[in-house]
């Protein structure tokens, strides 16, 4: 029953609105509530012993301590649970605290007008669930570059590959490389832990030979077993240093007999900003040689327009962040349909990463975007696993109501 396993507390500087806020929630039958009228004394509440709460209804316009920097304190103290704000603020003010208290990665239900109701209070609370670890996260470990190089020469780095669909059909139109290393001791290691270390320490051209080794492999089983995929592997800036690297990649689609045209590559925009020359004349090359080139995380980065203008990019992919929760945030719609228009207008494929849920789905189809990725279609999985899934999401996606 969550009115007995949510721990509650109420901040706000007005003896009133404390009471007011205590008797409703105890009448919803909440019964672990605890109330505060200052920032200070709720953090040494968070630290006590007794333990801290789990949801905290927040008021955001108090002296001293505002509900703006007891968010930042939240962080600092590593604070788990939920909160949802209260005030009186209109609707934009609200939104933008809201947004900022996201920014720091800390779970917002939603916001309650002042005077709130029974009922409001309820529907946020429903939406309670426990933190999913109780303790800080631990730091990640960072790879050392020895075990790292040692790794790739092992062979301990496998790839994932995650689908992409096409929003009118449902039809399954590629997957994105995505590597993991495979650690003996560690378990699954994702790309964010090595990558860096790879690239700081002159082992990311080794990195992308064994993935993009790997991933011809994989297309050529794909394309003998008669699945028309296109498959993208990710590149990093520091990939695109050699004049020979065209050649090298050319060599091995070669030998792996894949054709160029079912070979996309990704690469990062916000990385773009750099000296442009030689990549710019690597790319070009690539797709001079038929391969295709997609812009990644698209947005993120601050000379988009005119690595647009000067690259030939096939795909855009418009970044993650502009997609999870568009649907009801103005400010994220206004950029990802400025994307959209753009890569339509310029003749480039639109891919919307990181549609997460049902809510992502309908908003992603009904926007005209062409092509979705994100764990709402399917999580990387390994290459074994692409078969089955393709036939399940087929069946799924052709009887249909779910989906349309
Ligand atoms: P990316 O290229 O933008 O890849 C998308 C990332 O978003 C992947 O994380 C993927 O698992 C994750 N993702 C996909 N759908 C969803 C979703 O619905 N929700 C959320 N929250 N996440 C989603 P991953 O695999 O951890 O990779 C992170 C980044 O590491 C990639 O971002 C890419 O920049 C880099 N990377 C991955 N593999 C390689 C590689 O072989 N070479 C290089 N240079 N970079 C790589
Ligand atoms: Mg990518
Ligand atoms: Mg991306």
């Not at 049902?358 to 999580?379: L, N, P, T």
């Amino acid at each position: 029953m969550i009115q007995q396993s949510v721990k509650i507390m109420v901040l706000d500087d007005e003896p009133f609105m404390l009471k007011l806020l205590a008797r409703m929630l105890a009448s919803l039958g909440y019964t672990q509530v605890s109330t505060c009228n200052n920032g200070h004394a709720a953090l040494d509440m968070i630290d006590s012993p007794a333990g801290s709460p789990n949801l905290i209804l927040l008021d955001i316009n108090m002296p001293e301590m505002d509900g703006l920097e007891f968010v930042r304190r939240l962080v600092e103290w590593r604070y788990n649970g939920s909160i949802i704000l209260v005030s009186g603020e209109d609707e934009r003010m609200q939104q933008a605290a809201e947004e900022l208290a996201r920014a720091h990665k800390i779970t917002v239900l939603g916001h309650l007008h002042k005077p709130a109701t029974p009922g409001g209070l309820a529907e946020l609370i429903e939406k309670w669930k426990a933190p999913e670890e109780s303790k800080p996260r631990p730091k990640k470990k960072v790879y050392d570059k020895d075990e790292l190089r040692a790794a790739i020469a092992n062979g301990e780095l496998v790839n994932y590959y995650q689908p992409k669909v096409a929003t009118a059909t449902g039809r399954v139109t590629g997957v994105e490389t995505l590597v993991r290393w495979r650690h003996p001791a560690d378990g699954m290691v994702f790309p964010d832990q090595f990558i860096g270390v790879a690239e700081a320490h002159g082992l990311i051209d080794g990195l992308t030979r064994s993935v993009l080794v790997s991933a011809l492999e994989q297309a050529r089983l794909w394309l003998d077993a008669g699945l028309e995929l296109q498959v993208a592997v990710n590149l990093s800036m520091d990939n695109l240093t050699s004049l020979e690297f065209s050649d090298m990649v050319a060599d091995l689609a070669d030998r792996a007999g894949v054709p160029p045209q079912m070979m996309e590559f990704e690469v990062t925009e916000s990385r773009l900003m750099e000296d442009l020359r030689v990549p710019l004349e690597i790319l070009t090359r690539l797709r001079l040689k038929r391969f295709r080139l997609s812009i990644d995380d698209f947005g993120t980065g601050n000379s988009s327009l005119a690595q647009l203008r000067d690259l030939p990019f096939d795909e855009l992919k418009i970044d993650q962040s502009f997609v999870r929760g568009a649907c009801n945030n103005k400010k994220l719609q206004a950029i990802f349909d400025s994307s959209l228009s753009l890569a339509k207008q310029l003749g480039m494929e639109a891919v919307a990463e990181g549609v997460e849920d049902r809510d992502d789905w309908d908003f992603v189809r009904k926007s005209g975007c062409d092509i979705a990725q994100g764990y709402f279609i399917a999580k990387p999985m390994p290459a074994a696993g692409l078969p089955a899934w393709i036939r399940t999401w087929q069946k799924d996606f052709s009887a249909s109501s779910r989906y349309i």
